[in-house]
């Protein structure tokens, strides 16, 4: 419960800070609002459906993938 609070400041921070004048911090919060309801509501099934298809354990090293891929993603925004 602590955690989307804190994602949605840091996203309007990061938008008044490193964007501003290219997208408000309420463009910036719409969007990590949306992409979060996206996964919550398609995560699930999709996760279901992969592990029927080729186990558990190899359908969540996809999402920790993903994860690893959004770390690195997010380390190059940061420092630009």
């Excluded at 992969?50 to 420092?79: D, F, M, Y």
Aim: glycine share 12%.
């Amino acid at each position: 419960s602590v955690t989307i609070p804190m994602i949605f400041s840091g996203a309007g921070e990061l938008a008044d800070k490193k964007y501003k004048g290219k997208i408000s911090s309420g463009e910036t919060i719409a969007v990590v609002s949306g992409v979060s309801y996206f996964g919550f509501t398609l995560g699930p099934p999709m996760m279901g459906s992969l592990s029927e298809a080729i186990s558990l354990r190899w359908a969540l090293l996809i999402p920790a993938g993903l994860i690893a891929i959004l770390a690195l993603g997010a380390r190059k925004v940061i420092s630009s």
